[in-house]
């Protein structure tokens, strides 16, 4: 799945606070529950197993919203705007 971390599962996922609409684009924050893959790289790391927030991107196309699994670690929604209004 595009997005997702090395020796990462994802477990589930929760809303995580209100969605930030673009022109052509939303932006909605999640909380993420993961965990590491038994026997894989991060099964002895403790934190590979801690929920994280992400912001997943979603695009207006075709008349209908639409997602190819993209999701953003480590940057806040508003960050994340900034990016995508400057192309980036």
Not at 11 to 35: H, K, T
Not at 65 to 83: H, K, P, Q, Y
């Amino acid at each position: 799945m595009k997005g997702q971390p090395r020796g990462l599962i994802w477990v589930g996922y929760s809303a995580f606070g209100e969605p930030m609409f673009g022109s052509d684009w939303a932006l909605v924050p999640i909380q993420l529950d993961i965990a590491a893959v038994p026997d894989g790289p991060l099964a002895d790391v403790p934190q590979a197993n801690e929920s994280r927030p992400v912001v997943a991107v979603f695009r207006w196309v075709s008349g209908r919203w639409s997602t190819d699994g993209r999701t953003v670690f480590n940057l806040g929604i508003a960050a994340v705007a900034e990016r995508i209004e400057r192309g980036a």
